[in-house]
């Protein structure tokens, strides 16, 4: 065996001879990285397949996946339902957002469950662990801790006591001595995350991986660790706010569009039941550019405030910016209004927000920015019982969107007496409403009513 320099790229794991300045994979810039490997010499020894041979679909036998739930109702509808046994979770997000304080609150509650848990920190001493998990509560006998980041020894340490869940903290920190590259470089990263699925697969074991994120928002490292891992979550919101936001974007045992919405406290991350409540705490009260949406995510309608604030501009462009929301689709929206409603707010200053720091790019905050948008222009607010929804078109025509129902019980619930929406969804409601439904069917019928 003897050492070559191999080119990596940071983003996709592409690999080349030689340093390039664009990556062929992902057409991104500046992304590749040299790394000694070990190249093995090649053998042409005959593999014997012994019993093995290709299975029938028809001989495949099917049976319900069993589920371990985890406590924590608002991981558990992330995950599909609870933790698959055999499965490799990535856990991605900023710095101090809660990732380690999570998984150390489901390790706590599957202790107390009777499951033999594993905790690998790579980042934290025993006495920093401890100190967290006093301020969570009382941790199960069943619990483990080891302070590690020689992967070899872990593997050793998991066949040996074969625990039913693993939590690696984090995949950066770890390494394989065989490998000469640092912990967290390309080629460390792709090894140790083999090495945790084939644990993971053979021995039946759940395996949660915490992964640290770059400034750009992804999970550090090349972009196949990602497509190795069975599911992938991520922690959002300001570390500085109470509030955190769960959500998956690759999940083989269950839907991507399910979020869970976590409140972080002294003892913790708790659940937030009821996440429209929570998302309009403190909303003013007869204020113009403020106008409640009802988006929905996944199985759960989620109420938001859409504020918008719309001024002269000072200088010869005008200055367009949005939090929570698509940048360029309020563009867009703004557009329709000047073209189809004759709107004239190309000279405006225009300020675009969500509140509660959530991101949403659901098509049915349309008609709740355009009119937050004319709300504020013509500083007339919008009654303070009223919710919009619906999708707005290049023409001005509002479009139906899915799951009326659901919206309008979530709205009813929380009080909200008028609901502007779609006409061509007011047909396919089924549910009795008492709420006063109108129907819009172009935004000029939107800025009549403002």
Request: with cysteine; charged share 25%.
């Amino acid at each position: 065996m003897g050492k070559n320099n191999i080119f990596y790229c940071k983003e996709c794991g592409y690999e080349s001879a030689k340093w390039l300045g664009q990556c062929p994979g992902c057409r991104e810039w500046n992304t590749f990285v040299e790394e000694a490997v070990m190249k093995k010499g090649s053998s042409h020894k005959s593999i014997s397949t012994g019993e093995l041979k290709p299975s029938k679909l028809s001989e495949i036998s099917l049976k319900s996946e069993e589920r371990t739930k985890t406590e924590l109702d608002e991981l558990d509808r992330v995950l599909g339902g609870g933790i698959v046994s055999g499965s490799l979770v990535l856990v991605g997000g900023d710095p101090g957002i809660g990732k380690s304080t999570l998984l150390l609150q489901v390790c706590k509650n599957l202790s107390e469950k009777g499951k033999n848990v594993l905790y690998v920190s790579g980042e934290e001493s025993l006495k920093q662990i401890k100190i967290r998990a006093n301020r969570i509560g009382n941790m199960g006998d069943s619990l483990s801790l080891l302070c590690e980041t020689n992967l070899d020894i872990i593997e050793e340490i998991i066949r040996k006591y074969k625990p039913e869940i693993v939590v690696i903290d984090s995949i950066q920190t770890m390494f394989k001595p065989d490998i000469s590259s640092a912990p967290g470089s390309v080629s460390q990263v792709r090894e140790s995350t083999n090495v945790l699925m084939q644990i993971a697969k053979g021995l039946s074991i759940s395996v949660f991986v915490v992964g640290h994120v770059t400034k750009e928002g992804v999970v550090a490292g090349p972009r196949v660790l990602e497509h190795m891992v069975d599911t992938v979550l991520y922690f959002e919101g300001d570390r500085h706010a109470s509030y955190r936001v769960l959500r998956g974007v690759k999940n083989r045992f269950g839907s991507t569009n399910e979020i869970g919405v976590f409140e972080m406290n002294e003892t913790g991350l708790c659940e937030v039941k009821n996440p429209s409540e929570f998302m309009l705490m403190g909303r003013p009260e007869n204020a113009s550019g403020s106008v409640i949406t009802c988006s929905v995510e996944g199985t759960r309608p989620i109420l938001l405030e859409i504020q918008a604030l719309v001024c002269k501009t000072n200088f010869g462009i005008p200055r367009r910016t949005s939090a929570g929301t698509d940048y360029n689709r309020v563009n867009l929206l703004m557009a329709v209004l000047e073209k189809r409603a004759s709107l004239q707010i190309n000279d405006c200053d225009a300020y675009i927000n969500i509140t509660g720091g959530i991101k949403v790019n659901e098509p049915a905050l349309d008609l709740g920015i355009i009119m937050a948008v004319v709300s504020s222009y013509k500083n007339r607010p919008v009654d303070q019982y009223t919710v919009a929804f619906g999708e707005v078109g290049l023409s001005g025509e509002v479009r139906s969107v899915n799951m009326i129902d659901q919206r309008i019980s979530e709205c009813e619930k929380l009080g909200f007496k008028t609901c502007i929406m779609p006409q061509s969804s007011i047909a396919n409601i089924k549910k009795k409403t008492e709420m006063k439904l109108i129907g819009v069917s172009n935004i000029i019928d939107v800025i009549r009513y403002i």
